[in-house]
């Protein structure tokens, strides 16, 4: 049992995370700090919040005496880190704020956990910590770059090449973690995801946008030709390898973890507008994301034979059930596409049409 401090668990992929650990019946208390920014939400988290193993907390992971004041009256043991500026296309408009939040955080999370678990906080030759403690940096796939279309899947070991500040700032996020462990021998891994689905997905990301906007007869924005690959894993999915990296991970591992379901953009619009019964005239072809990268996929062997994770879900019918989940929760659908998401869409896209 675990006291487990989950930052961002908020937005998309640490809601179902927290959702899934309480399910599992994985940690004995459950600590939420997120800043609650555009991508964070307590709507996510409405069937959870009274359970008495969860509480939430307002805040940001760089704030370092937020940080001190909850590893010592919560004794956390565990940082899983998913707070971060997440979307690529808000990079490239703000650099600056993903260095900040995603850099500059991960580190003040870094040293906020060695001067707590280290036995000796005070020596810096100190390699041992406090028993059973460990931090998981939750990354990305894209600080690889771009695969071109025949090249084998990245592994663990593959060069970091960035193409956007997002994965710049991911990329140099990981190497802190890196550092930390090689340095201070702080109990570390890294996990690297490909691109998830599933319910509670803010709706400025691929997926979720297109079911939007085909359910209001809106066009459906394709960047470029439309056939850049992503690598598509339900969020359950990467819930459960997140949980077994915890249990069974080695610290200084990177854990790939991929879905082998490569689809282009354009494949995956189609998809969602039949599932809809909607016309694939509603796909309207925009001008390209700067530096778009153009493949993504993972080897998973790592993963896959040292802690035995699989994903459970297979692709379509995953796909049909999140389709599903925004047709069934229109309260939420309103509140995440206000004003402030409307604005943005404008913004972002009111120039776009070649
Ligand atoms: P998201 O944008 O839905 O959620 C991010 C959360 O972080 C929000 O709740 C936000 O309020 C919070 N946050 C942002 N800045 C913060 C700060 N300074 N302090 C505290 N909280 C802050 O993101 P997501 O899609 O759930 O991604 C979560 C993590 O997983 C990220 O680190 C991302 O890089 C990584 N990841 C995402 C995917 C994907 O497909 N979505 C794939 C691989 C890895
Ligand atoms: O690969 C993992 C990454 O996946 C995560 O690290 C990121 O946090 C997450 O945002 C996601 O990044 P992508 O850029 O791949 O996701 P996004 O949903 O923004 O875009 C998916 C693809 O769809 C990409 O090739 C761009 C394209 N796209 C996206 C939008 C929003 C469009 O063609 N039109 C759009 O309107």
């Known amino acids: ?79 899983v880190n998913f707070a971060a500026e997440t979307h690529v296309d808000r990079s490239i ?40 403690c460990g931090f998981l940096q939750v990354s990305t796939d894209e600080v690889y770059g771009s695969l071109p279309p025949a090249a084998p899947s990245f592994r663990e070991d593959s060069p970091l090449k960035p193409n956007s500040p997002y ?27 490909c691109n998830n689905f599933g319910p509670y997905q803010f709706p400025e990301k691929l997926i979720p946008l297109m079911i939007l906007n085909a359910l209001a007869d809106k066009p459906l924005p394709l960047y470029g030709d439309g ?10 999915d990467q819930c459960s390898a997140l949980k077994a990296i915890l249990d069974n991970g080695q610290f200084g591992d990177i854990y790939n973890i991929g879905a082998t379901n490569e689809f282009s953009n354009l494949e995956i619009v189609r998809m969602i507008l039949h599932e809809l019964g909607k016309p694939e005239s509603l796909i309207e072809h925009v ?28 692709f379509r019918k995953a796909l049909k059930a999140t389709i599903d989940w925004y047709l069934n929760n229109h309260t939420w659908v309103e509140q995440m596409t206000n ?14 049409t070649p």
């Open 1 to 79: 049992m675990r006291n487990v401090l989950i930052t961002g668990g908020a937005g998309f992929i640490g809601s179902n995370f927290i959702r899934y650990l309480l399910n599992h019946d994985a940690a004995e208390k459950l600590v939420n700090l997120d800043a609650l920014t555009y991508a964070g939400h307590l709507e996510n988290l409405v069937d959870i919040q009274s359970d008495s193993r969860y509480l939430f907390i307002q805040g940001d992971i760089r704030n370092r005496p937020l940080l001190d004041a909850l590893f010592a009256e919560h004794e956390l043991d565990t940082v």
């Open 287 to 314: 001008v390209d994301r700067p530096g778009h990268d153009r493949r993504y996929a993972l080897d998973n062997s790592r993963i896959t034979n040292e802690l035995g994770w699989r994903p459970a879900h297979t």
């Open 167 to 193: 994965s710049a700032s991911k990329a140099s996020a990981d190497q802190f973690v890196r550092a930390y462990h090689q340095t201070y021998g702080l109990p570390c891994s890294i996990s690297r995801c």
């Open 227 to 236: 056939l850049q690959i992503r690598d598509w894993l339900y969020v359950e």
């Open 93 to 132: 408009e703000d650099p600056a704020l993903f260095l900040n939040v995603n850099v500059g955080g991960t580190q003040t999370l870094l040293e906020a956990a060695l001067q707590h678990w280290r036995l000796k906080p005070d020596d810096k030759h100190c390699r041992e910590y406090r028993r059973g």
């Open 339 to 352: 004003t402030s998401y409307q604005d943005y869409y404008a913004r972002m896209y009111a120039a776009d």
